[in-house]
């Protein structure tokens, strides 16, 4: 009788493993890359509320996490590239959802209480929200030709807003990293490295007026990167009104520099409607180096969601100086234009279009001596990119996208053509299964990328599984031989509470005679 019901059991647990596993849909977020600076990247989701600062990005149809979210608001993430990763406007990135594992319930004993006499006290204005991770990682590159590269990396991210209900917030993100074994270091290659993308106190003065101190990134000036100093902001109704004043960071070691003094205002509008979202910035800003101008340039960025299904996208950046042999003039010059449209038929098919045009920017002062080289080259470096993605069924999901790169004197010349297919709910073996192919040309290169991943999810949504090959062929225009390589990989990552969580991934590249390979391992800790 006992081995029965211990069949019985084995039994039940079994196909609940192969048949409740993977019914819920896969816990994904899929969004935009929206905006790219020297030093940040600007995701575009629909909403942003499961997204936990601290976490990772991944492109879509690879399994590297490229990008760590530093900050966010309800539709964006601010996030910095991961070393090694090549990220551009329009790329699509995916976020996994961390699973909500239940904590267990203490059981108190029950003894009566006298109910007190409850005074109604003055709820506070503002209500105290903090959020954070800790983590540290350690990427490994084994060559069996070339020397092998360690390095370890450690990452603060906190958002304390409104601290103890006051009208005081805090926020900061800090990334360490320490190269093993480097011997030949200089200002520009260091073993260890500290550097502070985000540290800032904010105070709201009124509902309507908000000051920053300290270095942090406005997200209404997004292309200005990261402030040392004040930012002040006050809202009349939809209008607003900005002011800054303080410094770049270093141009070589991102640290604080004095000589490098920036400051500038913005105007904009906002709107909000049930049918219509949109937000307007026009700004100006002047940069100096040492006492003299280095960049005055104005900036203009649209963003709009219409009916739910149109998003509109625009940002342009005009510089207003120029100095050459000591004669200033105040020409206008475009260096950056970016515009990008998407629609969404239905739940099922979505389309994106987009186009940039962007020109060198030119510091008169810190590059002094190369101004009038950088001038010669001064061409508009265009692209164009189209994307759609459809679900012709519930568990098949696919897209293509075709981009090109040109200029006008049919340089730095690229056409790239990607597509991809995933198919949910395999039977028998369960998960999911992603094909992608990726064909780029350019003047003096031709490529082919291939890949196949199969992903899983294991003990409740505990243990997430990846595993990939890709296979990569070049194919070079001035004769040289063809190289082909060959990529094995995996990623697993548990949870080992709600909050911490332990990854680690594995990669074999081999090509001609040699082999590499590279570990990558992160424990998170979210608070």
Known sequence: MRFKVSFFISFVALTYNIYGQDPVPAPLLSGEVSFVTTQNVYVKFHDTQAIIIGDSLRLEGTGNSCLVIKNKSTTSCVCTVVEGCTIQKGDVVI???????????????????????????????????????VSAASYNTINSQRDDRHRLVGRLSMNAEHIKGSKFSLNTYLN?????????TSSYLKNSLLRIYNLAAHYDATPTLSLTLGRNINSKISSLGAIDGLQVEKFFGKQYFGAIAGF????????????????????????????????????????????????????????STIFQNLNLFSSLEMDLYSKLNEVVSNNIRLTNLYLSARYRFSRKFNMMVSY??????????????????????????????????????????????????????????????????????????GGRLSLSYNMNESNYLKSNVAAIRHSNSYLDGRLNADFYYRFVHYHYTNNLNPLSQHYVGTNLSYYIDRKLMFSISGEMTTYDQENNYRIYSRLVQRF
Request: charged share 30%; glycine share 6%; proline share 5%.
């Open 176 to 184: 360490y990293q320490h190269i093993l074994g480097l011997k030949d």
């Open 356 to 429: 940039d045009s962007r020109k060198r920017i030119l510091y008169y002062e810190t590059f002094q001596t190369e101004v009038e080289r950088l001038l010669d080259d001064d061409v508009a470096r265009q692209g164009a990119r189209a994307r759609i993605n459809f679900r012709p069924f519930k568990n098949i999901f696919a897209g293509a996208s075709y981009s090109k790169r040109f200029q006008n004197n049919s340089e730095n010349r690229s056409d790239n053509i990607y597509g991809f297919i995933t198919l949910s709910k395999l039977p028998t073996i």
């Open 248 to 303: 770049r960071p270093d141009i070589l070691d991102f640290g604080f520099n004095s000589n490098l003094l920036q400051y500038g205002g913005y105007v904009g509008t906002l709107t909000e409607g049930a049918s219509l979202y949109s937000q307007t910035t026009l700004g100006f800003i002047q940069q100096q180096n040492s006492g003299e101008i280095d960049r005055r340039y104005a900036y203009f960025q649209h963003t």
């Open 95 to 133: 976020y996994r959802i961390p699973p909500k594992i239940p904590e267990k319930k203490k059981e108190t004993p029950r003894k009566e209480v006298i109910q007190p006499i409850i005074e109604l006290e003055e709820k506070p204005l503002y209500k105290e929200t903090i959020r954070g991770s």
